[in-house]
C-alpha cells in the first residue's frame, strides 16, 4: 500500500499545482484578492504532499519493496543502508521525483516566508513556479512513474550501478538539484517581475538569496563531481570536459554571470532587462543540462540514464518553458524601465565585463557541447569536441576573466577615477610580475597557460583581500567578507589547477610484492596482494608503505573491486593526501609472471582546487547570511517604525 | 553619455562578445572538427602525426598484446574496413576487452602508430561510447549484439 499512497499524494501533489497556477492566472487577470490569499496555502499544500510521495519512495528503498519495479532495477537486499538511501534519486524516476520535490518545498517555503515583494509579484512567481512544476508532474505520472509494480515480484534486485556507490556521489545529485532548482526559482522570480512589470531593486533582493543558494549549490556540487572522476575513475584528472560536466557548468557560469547583475539591480537599480535576461538563461541552462545527461542522447562517463523517449519529453517541456520565457521576455523588455546610470570605468562597468566574459565563456562550452549532436543531426556524421577546443577556447578568457575579478572590487560605484584605480591595484599587479619572472626563471616546462595561472593567482590572492584594507574590521558587513573569501577561492584552486598540470610527477610500473618504487622524494613499497570481501563486492588489495624522503611510514591501499550483482569491476585508487600535495597510487591487473600494473602520482598541491572550491562556496554562504540578517534588520526596523506612527 | 546611448552601447558590446564567442568557437572547431577518427577514416585521410585525435572501434579478437615491461599493450582497433594498430602505456580500464568498443586519446607518430594517452572503455555493460553507436565494427555481426551485452 505504501506505493499506492505514494502515487496518491504525487496525483494530489499536481492537482495542488494545476490549482495553484488556476489561482494565479485567474487572480492576476481578475485582479481579485481573495484568489491572492488563497494561493499561500496552496503552495504550502503542494510542498508538503510531494514531500510525502518522496518520503515513501525513500521509505520503500530502504525496506527493499521488490514488489516496486524502480526498487528491483536500483537496488538489491544486501546493498549497504547509505546506498539504499542514496539509491532513491540514483536513477531517472526517483531523480525527477527529487526535482519536483524540491521545486515544490521552494514553492512552499516562498509562500510562508517571502514578505518583501508585491503581493501581486509573489503571486506572479508562484503561478509561473507551479507552471513549471506541473510539467514535471506530468512527465512523472504519465511517462516515468516511480511507484510501478512488478509482477511477478523478483527474488531481489540489480542493485545500484557500482560508480554510484560512493559516499561522495551518494549526495552529488542532490547537491546540484537544489542548484538547478534553485535557477528555476529564480526564473520563476524573473517571470513573475516580467508579467507585472515590477523589475527593480526589491524585486533583485528578494530573488537574490536564492540565486546565491543556487550557486552555492552548484559551486559545491561542481567540486565534489570534479573530486569523485579524480578518484572514482582511477585516471588522476580533475576534469574532462565531458558533456555531463559541461551540463553541470553551463548553468554555474551562467549562475555566477547572474549572481553578479542581480547584485548591481538590488545595490544600483541597474542592468534589469540584463538581469531578466540572465534569469532565464540560467535556468534553460539547469533544463539544458537535465535534458543532456537524462535524454539518452549523449552517453559520457557519468551519463546513467539513458531513454530517448523521455529525451523528447523533456525537450518538448524546454521549448515550453524557455520558448515562453523567451516570448514574454522580448514582449515585455521594452516596457522595463531604464535602470540608474553608470560610467564605464565603475564597479558596473567591471561587473558586466565580467558578465559578458563569463556569457562567452558560456556561449564557447555550449557550442563545443552540442556541435557534435547538431553535426550528427545534420550530416549524420559522428565526431567529438575534446579538451584541445575547451582549453584553447576558455583558458585565455578565463584568465581574463581573473584579472577584472582582482580588479572589480576595488572600483567604486557609478564613476571612478582610472588613475585612483591603477593606484589602488598597484600592488597586486607588481606581485602578479613578481610571481610570473620568478616562476620564468625557477622553473621549467611550464606552459604559458599554467605560468599565467599561477603568477594571476598570487596577484588575485592578495587583491581580493584588499576591499578590507584600512576598514574597521567589525563593521565590515558580512557580505563583504563573503565575497573576500569567494574570490580568494578562486585564487587558491588557479594555484591548484597550475600545480596540478605544471609539477605532477608520476611512474607506471609492473612490480612484484618486495619492489620499491620512487617518484619524487617519495619510496613506495608494494608488501603484499590480498583478497578482500566487502558487503556486495570482493576485492584485491594491494598493501604498500609510502614515505617521503626519511618521514614517517604511511600505509596505503588501493584495490580492484569485483560486483557480482552488476558483474563490474571498479579500481580503488588509494590516495594519501600530504600538506603539500597528494600521492595518488592505482593498482593494475596482474600478469602470469606475478606482477602487477601500479601506477603512482604525486600531484603539488592538487587538493587546492577542491579545496578553492569549497572556500568558494561558504564565501557565498557568509554572503547569504549577511543579507538575510540585514534583510530580517531592516523589515524589523521598518515594522518598529511603523508600529510607532 | 545619455541613457539611451549607454543602452545601446551594452547592447552592442554584448553583440560584439556574442558574435566574438562565435568566431573564436568556429576558429578552434576548425581544427578540432575531426578530433574523432574511426580506422576507416584514418585509412583514408590520415591526420598529422602529433594532432591530438580521438580514435574509436573495435579491439580485435586475439589482437592484445602485453609488452615485457608489463604496462605496455599493443592491439589493433578495427572497424568493418580498416584496421589500426595501438599503443597504450598504462593501466587498462577494467572493461578493456577483445572485441569490445574503445575510445583512444592520444595522437599517431611518425610511422602511423597510435599512441594513446587515455582509453575509455565501457564503463558497465550499458555503457556504449557516443561515437560508436551505430558503426559498423564487424563485417557480418549484428552490431547491436557485439556492442550491448
Given at each position: 500500500?505504501?506505493?499506492?499512497?505514494?502515487?496518491?499524494?504525487l496525483?494530489l501533489?499536481?492537482?495542488l499545482?494545476?490549482?495553484?497556477f488556476?489561482?494565479g492566472?485567474?487572480?492576476?487577470?481578475?485582479?481579485r484578492?481573495?484568489?491572492?490569499?488563497?494561493?499561500?496555502?496552496?503552495a504550502?499544500?503542494?510542498?508538503?504532499f510531494?514531500?510525502?510521495?518522496?518520503l515513501l519512495?525513500i521509505?520503500?528503498f530502504?525496506?527493499?519493496?521488490?514488489?516496486?519495479?524502480?526498487?528491483v532495477m536500483?537496488?538489491?537486499?544486501?546493498?549497504?543502508?547509505?546506498?539504499?538511501f542514496?539509491g532513491?534519486?540514483?536513477?531517472?524516476e526517483?531523480?525527477?521525483?527529487?526535482?519536483v520535490?524540491?521545486?515544490?518545498?521552494?514553492?512552499?517555503f516562498?509562500a510562508?516566508?517571502?514578505r518583501?515583494?508585491?503581493?501581486r509579484t509573489?503571486?506572479?512567481?508562484?503561478?509561473a513556479?507551479?507552471?513549471?512544476s506541473?510539467?514535471?508532474?506530468?512527465?512523472l505520472?504519465v511517462?516515468?512513474n516511480p511507484f510501478e509494480?512488478?509482477?511477478?515480484v523478483?527474488?531481489?534486485?540489480?542493485?545500484?550501478?557500482?560508480?554510484l556507490q560512493?559516499?561522495?556521489?551518494?549526495?552529488?545529485?542532490?547537491?546540484?538539484?537544489?542548484g538547478?532548482?534553485?535557477?528555476s526559482?529564480a526564473?520563476?522570480f524573473?517571470?513573475?517581475?516580467m508579467?507585472?512589470?515590477d523589475?527593480?531593486a526589491s524585486?533583485?533582493k528578494a530573488m537574490?538569496?536564492?540565486v546565491?543558494g543556487?550557486?552555492i549549490?552548484?559551486t559545491?556540487?561542481?567540486t565534489?563531481g570534479?573530486y569523485w572522476?579524480y578518484?572514482?575513475?582511477?585516471w588522476?584528472g580533475w576534469?574532462?570536459w565531458?558533456?555531463?560536466?559541461?551540463a553541470?557548468l553551463?548553468p554555474?557560469?551562467a549562475?555566477?554571470a547572474l549572481l553578479?547583475s542581480?547584485?548591481?539591480?538590488?545595490t544600483r537599480?541597474?542592468l534589469?532587462?540584463?538581469?531578466l535576461?540572465?534569469a532565464?538563461?540560467?535556468?534553460?541552462m539547469?533544463?539544458?543540462g537535465?535534458?543532456?545527461v537524462?535524454s539518452g542522447?549523449?552517453?559520457?562517463?557519468?551519463?546513467f540514464?539513458v531513454?530517448?523517449?523521455r529525451?523528447s519529453?523533456?525537450?518538448?517541456?524546454?521549448?515550453?518553458?524557455i520558448?515562453?520565457?523567451?516570448?514574454?521576455?522580448?514582449?515585455?523588455v521594452?516596457?522595463v524601465k531604464e535602470g540608474?546610470r553608470?560610467e564605464?570605468v565603475?564597479?558596473?562597468?567591471?561587473?558586466?565585463?565580467?558578465?559578458?566574459l563569463?556569457?562567452v565563456?558560456?556561449a564557447l562550452v555550449f557550442?563545443?557541447?552540442?556541435?557534435?549532436l547538431?553535426?550528427?543531426a545534420?550530416?549524420?556524421?559522428k565526431?567529438s569536441v575534446?579538451?584541445?577546443?575547451?582549453?584553447?577556447a576558455?583558458?585565455?578568457?578565463a584568465?581574463i576573466l581573473?584579472?577584472?575579478?582582482?580588479a572589480?572590487p576595488l572600483?567604486r560605484?557609478r564613476r571612478?577615477?582610472p588613475?585612483?584605480?591603477?593606484?589602488?591595484?598597484s600592488?597586486?599587479?607588481?606581485?602578479?610580475?613578481?610571481a610570473?619572472?620568478?616562476l620564468?626563471l625557477?622553473t621549467?616546462?611550464?606552459?604559458?597557460?599554467?605560468l599565467?595561472?599561477?603568477?594571476?593567482?598570487?596577484g588575485?590572492?592578495v587583491?581580493?583581500?584588499?576591499?578590507?584594507?584600512?576598514?574597521?574590521?567589525?563593521?565590515?558587513?558580512?557580505h563583504t567578507?563573503?565575497?573576500?573569501?569567494a574570490?580568494f577561492?578562486i585564487?587558491?584552486?588557479?594555484?591548484?589547477?597550475?600545480c596540478?598540470?605544471?609539477?605532477?610527477?608520476e611512474?607506471?610500473v609492473?612490480?612484484?610484492?618486495?619492489d620499491e618504487?620512487?617518484?619524487n622524494?617519495?619510496?613506495l613499497?608494494f608488501e603484499?596482494?590480498?583478497p578482500m570481501?566487502g558487503?556486495?563486492?570482493?576485492?584485491?588489495?594491494?598493501?604498500?608503505?609510502?614515505?617521503?624522503?626519511?618521514?614517517?611510514?604511511?600505509?596505503i591501499?588501493?584495490?580492484n573491486?569485483?560486483?557480482?550483482?552488476?558483474?563490474?569491476?571498479t579500481?580503488e585508487?588509494?590516495?594519501?593526501?600530504?600538506?603539500?600535495?597528494?600521492?595518488?597510487?592505482v593498482l593494475?591487473?596482474?600478469?602470469?609472471?606475478?606482477?602487477?600494473q601500479?601506477?603512482?602520482w604525486w600531484?603539488?598541491?592538487?587538493?587546492?582546487?577542491?579545496?578553492?572550491?569549497?572556500l568558494?562556496?561558504?564565501g557565498?554562504?557568509?554572503?547569504m547570511i549577511?543579507?538575510l540578517r540585514?534583510?530580517?534588520k531592516?523589515?524589523?526596523q521598518?515594522?518598529?517604525?511603523?508600529?510607532?506612527? | 553619455m545619455?541613457?539611451k546611448?549607454?543602452?545601446?552601447?551594452?547592447?552592442?558590446?554584448a553583440v560584439?562578445?556574442?558574435?566574438?564567442?562565435?568566431l573564436?568557437?568556429?576558429y578552434?572547431?576548425q581544427?578540432q572538427?575531426?578530433?574523432f577518427?574511426t580506422p576507416?577514416?584514418?585509412?583514408d585521410?590520415?591526420p598529422?602525426?602529433?594532432?591530438?585525435?580521438?580514435?574509436?572501434?573495435?579491439?580485435?579478437?586475439?589482437?592484445i598484446?602485453r609488452?615485457a615491461?608489463?604496462?605496455?599493450?599493443q592491439?589493433?582497433v578495427?572497424?568493418?574496413k580498416?584496421q589500426q594498430k595501438v599503443?597504450?602505456?598504462?593501466?587498462t580500464p577494467?572493461?578493456?576487452v577483445?572485441?569490445?568498443?574503445?575510445?583512444?586519446d592520444?595522437r599517431?607518430?611518425?610511422?602511423?602508430?597510435f599512441?594513446?594517452?587515455?582509453l575509455?572503455?565501457?564503463?558497465?555493460?550499458?555503457y556504449i561510447?557516443?561515437?560508436?553507436?551505430?558503426?559498423?565494427?564487424t563485417?557480418?555481426?549484428n552490431?547491436t549484439?557485439t556492442?550491448v551485452?
Amino acid at each position: 500500500m505504501i506505493a499506492e499512497t505514494g502515487l496518491i499524494a504525487l496525483w494530489l501533489a499536481a492537482a495542488l499545482a494545476l490549482l495553484q497556477f488556476a489561482l494565479g492566472a485567474i487572480g492576476l487577470r481578475a485582479q481579485r484578492d481573495e484568489y491572492f490569499s488563497a494561493i499561500r496555502p496552496v503552495a504550502v499544500a503542494q510542498g508538503l504532499f510531494v514531500s510525502l510521495s518522496f518520503l515513501l519512495l525513500i521509505w520503500l528503498f530502504l525496506r527493499s519493496d521488490m514488489s516496486v519495479r524502480l526498487v528491483v532495477m536500483n537496488s538489491a537486499s544486501v546493498k549497504p543502508l547509505l546506498y539504499k538511501f542514496a539509491g532513491t534519486w540514483g536513477n531517472h524516476e526517483g531523480s525527477m521525483l527529487l526535482w519536483v520535490t524540491v521545486m515544490g518545498l521552494a514553492g512552499a517555503f516562498i509562500a510562508l516566508f517571502e514578505r518583501s515583494l508585491q503581493t501581486r509579484t509573489l503571486v506572479a512567481t508562484l503561478a509561473a513556479q507551479a507552471f513549471i512544476s506541473l510539467g514535471f508532474y506530468a512527465f512523472l505520472l504519465v511517462s516515468s512513474n516511480p511507484f510501478e509494480r512488478m509482477f511477478p515480484v523478483p527474488a531481489d534486485g540489480q542493485g545500484l550501478n557500482p560508480l554510484l556507490q560512493d559516499p561522495g556521489l551518494a549526495f552529488h545529485p542532490p547537491t546540484l538539484y537544489f542548484g538547478y532548482v534553485g535557477l528555476s526559482v529564480a526564473f520563476s522570480f524573473a517571470v513573475g517581475a516580467m508579467i507585472t512589470r515590477d523589475v527593480g531593486a526589491s524585486f533583485a533582493k528578494a530573488m537574490r538569496p536564492w540565486v546565491l543558494g543556487a550557486w552555492i549549490f552548484l559551486t559545491l556540487g561542481i567540486t565534489a563531481g570534479s573530486y569523485w572522476a579524480y578518484y572514482e575513475l582511477g585516471w588522476g584528472g580533475w576534469w574532462f570536459w565531458d558533456p555531463v560536466e559541461n551540463a553541470s557548468l553551463m548553468p554555474w557560469l551562467a549562475a555566477t554571470a547572474l549572481l553578479h547583475s542581480v547584485t548591481v539591480l538590488a545595490t544600483r537599480d541597474s542592468l534589469r532587462a540584463w538581469t531578466l535576461m540572465l534569469a532565464v538563461v540560467a535556468f534553460s541552462m539547469s533544463m539544458i543540462g537535465t535534458f543532456l545527461v537524462r535524454s539518452g542522447i549523449l552517453t559520457s562517463v557519468h551519463a546513467f540514464a539513458v531513454d530517448p523517449e523521455r529525451g523528447s519529453f523533456i525537450l518538448a517541456l524546454l521549448a515550453i518553458y524557455i520558448g515562453g520565457a523567451m516570448a514574454l521576455f522580448a514582449l515585455r523588455v521594452g516596457t522595463v524601465k531604464e535602470g540608474k546610470r553608470f560610467e564605464l570605468v565603475s564597479r558596473e562597468g567591471a561587473l558586466v565585463a565580467n558578465n559578458l566574459l563569463l556569457s562567452v565563456i558560456l556561449a564557447l562550452v555550449f557550442i563545443g557541447t552540442l556541435y557534435p549532436l547538431l553535426v550528427e543531426a545534420v550530416t549524420g556524421d559522428k565526431l567529438s569536441v575534446g579538451p584541445p577546443y575547451f582549453n584553447l577556447a576558455t583558458g585565455p578568457l578565463a584568465l581574463i576573466l581573473v584579472s577584472v575579478m582582482a580588479a572589480g572590487p576595488l572600483l567604486r560605484w557609478r564613476r571612478d577615477n582610472p588613475k585612483a584605480l591603477l593606484n589602488r591595484i598597484s600592488i597586486p599587479i607588481l606581485l602578479t610580475a613578481a610571481a610570473l619572472f620568478a616562476l620564468a626563471l625557477f622553473t621549467t616546462g611550464m606552459s604559458i597557460l599554467s605560468l599565467l595561472g599561477l603568477g594571476l593567482a598570487a596577484g588575485v590572492a592578495v587583491a581580493s583581500f584588499a576591499p578590507l584594507w584600512k576598514r574597521n574590521l567589525r563593521r565590515t558587513p558580512l557580505h563583504t567578507y563573503g565575497m573576500v573569501i569567494a574570490h580568494f577561492g578562486i585564487a587558491v584552486a588557479l594555484t591548484g589547477m597550475a600545480c596540478e598540470s605544471s609539477f605532477t610527477e608520476e611512474k607506471l610500473v609492473a612490480a612484484m610484492p618486495g619492489d620499491e618504487i620512487a617518484v619524487n622524494q617519495w619510496k613506495l613499497k608494494f608488501e603484499a596482494i590480498e583478497p578482500m570481501a566487502g558487503p556486495n563486492w570482493t576485492a584485491l588489495e594491494g598493501r604498500m608503505t609510502a614515505q617521503y624522503g626519511d618521514g614517517a611510514i604511511h600505509e596505503i591501499t588501493p584495490q580492484n573491486r569485483m560486483f557480482a550483482a552488476a558483474q563490474t569491476q571498479t579500481s580503488e585508487a588509494a590516495l594519501l593526501t600530504r600538506w603539500n600535495g597528494q600521492l595518488y597510487v592505482v593498482l593494475g591487473d596482474g600478469d602470469s609472471e606475478g606482477r602487477w600494473q601500479v601506477r603512482v602520482w604525486w600531484k603539488p598541491f592538487v587538493p587546492l582546487i577542491w579545496f578553492g572550491g569549497i572556500l568558494v562556496a561558504l564565501g557565498g554562504f557568509l554572503a547569504m547570511i549577511g543579507r538575510l540578517r540585514r534583510g530580517y534588520k531592516q523589515r524589523k526596523q521598518r515594522e518598529y517604525a511603523e508600529a510607532m506612527l | 553619455m545619455k541613457a539611451k546611448h549607454q543602452r545601446l552601447t551594452l547592447v552592442l558590446l554584448a553583440v560584439v562578445a556574442l558574435v566574438g564567442a562565435g568566431l573564436l568557437a568556429a576558429y578552434a572547431l576548425q581544427d578540432q572538427a575531426s578530433y574523432f577518427y574511426t580506422p576507416s577514416d584514418i585509412a583514408d585521410k590520415k591526420p598529422q602525426a602529433g594532432t591530438a585525435i580521438r580514435l574509436g572501434g573495435m579491439v580485435e579478437k586475439g589482437s592484445i598484446q602485453r609488452s615485457a615491461d608489463g604496462v605496455t599493450v599493443q592491439f589493433i582497433v578495427q572497424d568493418a574496413k580498416a584496421q589500426q594498430k595501438v599503443t597504450y602505456t598504462g593501466i587498462t580500464p577494467d572493461l578493456f576487452v577483445e572485441g569490445s568498443g574503445v575510445v583512444a586519446d592520444g595522437r599517431l607518430d611518425a610511422n602511423g602508430l597510435f599512441v594513446a594517452e587515455t582509453l575509455l572503455a565501457k564503463h558497465d555493460e550499458n555503457y556504449i561510447p557516443r561515437e560508436l553507436e551505430g558503426i559498423d565494427m564487424t563485417s557480418g555481426k549484428n552490431k547491436t549484439e557485439t556492442l550491448v551485452q
